[in-house]
């Protein structure tokens, strides 16, 4: 009998959520409305109280991150912005959009998150901002990383696309680890640990006025009292809907037991998958890490086109998270080259993402795992 295929990810969404999303539908109301509302109002509530503001994507959450700093434009040239050359292109194309100039910091060999080492070195006068990003949902040391950014007067844009429900040092990240000027980017797309189907959240600092944050999210309008309007400045179309926001809301009840469960299927795949595969695991961290992904690094010389028809031959899903992204044609044409940033390239040639998501059982652990090592020795014979 033919075992189901098993993705790399899969969002688990309850039918009461189901039933309160039909009730939208029914109610008229599906664009941005009360439950917008009521979901930034839970997002706050889980940020130690900190204003929250919904966006239709952790993208653009990010670019007006930029914007609300004053980063780019036409004031602005020659701005730059520091982040990694591991992550979804979307963190680095953000820097472009507002029109500064990403600068990358190779990875930490170990977290495979920006290297703290070699952070400081990349600050010059023109740097206005730093984007690290929680790769996988293990959080970037938040100590050092405003260390840094405090003695140099840097703001931090924290892309924790990936870390909703992590923490750090037991403090959840979303909360303020700097000196309040931070701001922190969340995703909610379909295949993150708290899903809207395609969403996102900005947490805002002290001194950016939540009210501008507004208008930057929707063509820049004012509205008064008397049904007037105006437009003061140039926003785009990045609202949430109700419908995205009620799914949110059904999601934040179960985040902890989500969180809880991925560090318990990750703990299996510590525990089943065989040294001697040649497999380079990643840090095994079960209190801060809220393990959005699984990654592990193919041996030297593993064809990983071959190695993922294997396992998806085998009915296992893997994913690619991330090739480095200064090497994609957007980036060579801004002068990045390979050999730049080696370690980053190293991880992303051949990293894979394993199977993590809350309904998956302890036998789908190790189904991947036997699947694993099978790919692997097909892999072994097709090279000799």
């Not at 060579?332 to 059982?361: I, K, N, Q, W, Y």
């Not at 795992?369 to 014979?381: D, F, G, K, M």
Request: charged letters at 20%; proline letters at 5%; aromatic letters at 8%.
């Amino acid at each position: 009998m033919s075992v189901p295929f098993l993705p790399f990810t899969r969002p688990s969404i309850d039918e009461d959520t189901i039933a309160k999303v039909a009730n939208v539908l029914r109610s008229g109301w599906i664009t941005s409305g009360p439950k917008v509302a009521a979901f930034e109002a839970a997002l706050s509530d889980y940020c130690g109280g900190r204003p929250v503001r919904a966006f239709n994507s952790g993208t653009a959450t990010l670019e007006v991150a930029l914007r609300l700093a004053g980063v780019g434009g036409d004031k602005n040239a020659g701005d730059t912005v520091i982040t990694t050359p591991l992550t979804w292109v979307a963190t680095a194309n953000v820097i472009l959009e507002v029109g500064a100039t990403p600068v990358f910091v190779d990875i930490d060999p170990v977290t495979r998150n920006i290297d703290l080492d070699r952070l400081e070195a990349a600050i010059t006068p023109q740097t206005r901002a730093i984007i690290p990003v929680d790769l996988a949902g293990l959080p970037v040391d938040r100590e050092r990383l405003y260390a840094i950014a405090g003695k140099h007067g840097v703001r931090v844009i924290e892309d924790a696309a990936q870390s909703f429900g992590a923490s750090w040092q037991d403090r959840r990240i979303g909360t303020s680890f700097g000196d309040g000027r931070d701001f922190v980017s969340f995703s909610f797309h379909a295949n993150k640990n708290l899903t809207t189907g395609e969403g996102g959240a900005l947490v805002l600092p002290d001194d950016i006025d939540p009210g501008l944050c507004e208008r930057l999210r929707l063509q820049g309008v004012r509205r008064f009292p008397d049904g007037g309007m105006d437009v003061d400045v140039l926003g785009g179309k990045f609202n949430l809907t109700d419908i995205a926001a009620t799914i949110g809301l059904g999601q934040l009840k179960h985040l902890e037991g989500f969180t809880a469960r991925r560090r318990l299927l990750a703990r299996e795949y510590f525990r089943r998958i065989d040294p001697s595969l040649g497999l380079e695991l990643p840090v095994a961290d079960f209190t801060q890490s809220n393990w959005h992904m699984f990654q592990v690094l193919l041996p030297a010389g593993t064809d990983r086109g071959h190695f993922i028809a294997a396992m998806k031959q085998r009915g296992i899903g893997v994913g690619v998270h991330y090739p480095a992204l200064h090497l994609f044609s957007l980036y060579r044409a801004l002068g990045f080259r390979e050999g730049d940033f080696p370690e980053a390239e190293r991880v992303g040639a051949t990293t894979v993402t394993l199977p993590l998501f809350p309904a998956m059982s302890d036998s789908d652990i190790e189904r991947v795992c036997a699947a694993l090592a099978e790919s692997l020795a097909s892999n072994l014979r097709s090279a000799s």
